[in-house]
């Protein structure tokens, strides 16, 4: 089959090559993959993190056809659209049994411990593939398991209530983009900051741009400021994301796509009784919800699809000044 890999970390090093299809054991699915995100996670997979194993492929976020599943599988059927799970977990430990698999002691994510998705076949524990219904569209199903899990489990832990002011950093990014949506389906008033307009065809009652986003939530909120925060940028945002926090809110962030190093005013924060919530991934259940949520109203704006040989440039798009929502790879 073909899969893009590469032997050393560096972009300039991936390639398509043939290699042999992995095989099935009788717990687990083998999925024709249809489509994978281009998210950060594959961008740094490629570039700087130590991977397993090597020659590798990267890809993080699957989408695809089962084509064969083992004796023991029950869930899934052949013909079966599915997404993955990409979290590897034992089932076993104090994580994994309070559903919080993304978490487990002994796992790691697909694509960085094991080979990912971006290959022409993948075969995953039936544990990790899950089904989606027709109502959900392909570049809706393949956006799911990475960027709209991540933005709701966030959602989920900082629970937003119907009477919450929401502010959106990055609204119009791969788990932004959901963010803006989950967070207005919880009832929630949602300001996304954005340069891009659009983002309020995706739920946003108020879209500000960066460079006046404190002075507009302020005059929006007649200066209480935002319930919950969702930063889903990183460092770039972080004192933004503070200044325009209001009392007792709560700061959720994941993702750190322009740095991960702050500096705290520890007194700022517990003068505010601010919370801090960092997040990642969600959990299995979380995905079932999220498919079921997502069944009839979501949706997702793709900005280009590329094909498993352009996988250098599309992962260089991510950064593209001119980006203007999701990346994805078109693998069959
Ligand atoms: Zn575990």
Redesign the pocket.
């Known amino acids: 089959m073909k899969a893009l890999l590469f032997e050393k970390n560096g972009i300039e090093n991936l390639k398509v090559s043939d290699i042999q299809e992995p095989t099935v054991d009788e717990h687990s699915v083998k999925i024709k993959v249809k489509m994978a995100g281009v998210n950060p996670i594959d961008y740094f997979v490629v570039n700087y993190l130590q991977v397993n194993p090597i020659p590798h492929i990267p890809g993080a976020e699957i989408y695809g056809e089962v084509e064969k599943v083992g004796s023991h599988v029950k869930d899934v059927k052949e013909g079966d659209r599915v997404v993955v799970f990409n979290r590897v977990?034992?089932?076993?430990?104090d994580?994994?049994l309070s559903s919080k698999?993304m978490l487990?002691?002994?796992?790691g994510i697909m694509s960085v411990i094991t080979n990912g998705g971006y290959s022409e076949y993948f075969v995953v524990p039936s544990k990790n593939a899950f089904k989606i219904p027709d109502e959900i569209g392909d570049e809706l199903a393949t956006s799911l398991p990475v960027a709209g899990l991540t933005a709701y489990h966030a959602i989920k832990e900082s629970g937003i209530s119907a009477t919450d002011v929401v502010t959106v950093f990055g609204a119009s990014g791969n788990t932004g983009q959901f963010a803006t949506q989950l967070a207005k389906k919880m009832g929630a008033t949602v300001i996304a900051v954005s340069n891009k307009q659009w983002v309020k065809e995706y739920g946003a009652d108020y879209v500000v741009p960066y460079d006046k986003a404190k002075e507009e939530i302020e005059r929006i909120t007649n200066g209480k400021k935002s319930d919950v925060v969702i930063n889903s940028v990183g460092s770039s945002v972080w004192d933004l994301s503070l200044q325009t926090l209001g009392m007792d809110g709560k700061i959720v962030f994941f993702g750190g796509i322009t740095g991960s190093d702050v500096k705290l005013n520890l007194g700022q924060i517990y003068g505010m009784h601010a919370k801090l919530i960092g997040t990642t991934g969600g959990s299995r259940k979380d995905l079932i919800e999220l498919i079921d949520l997502c069944k009839n109203n979501c949706k997702v704006k793709i900005w280009k699809t590329f094909s498993l040989e352009e996988g250098q440039k599309a992962l260089n798009s991510l950064f593209d000044k001119e980006r203007d929502g999701r990346i994805l790879l078109k693998i069959s």
């Open positions: 977990f034992d089932g076993s430990c994580m994994c698999e487990c002691r002994n796992g």
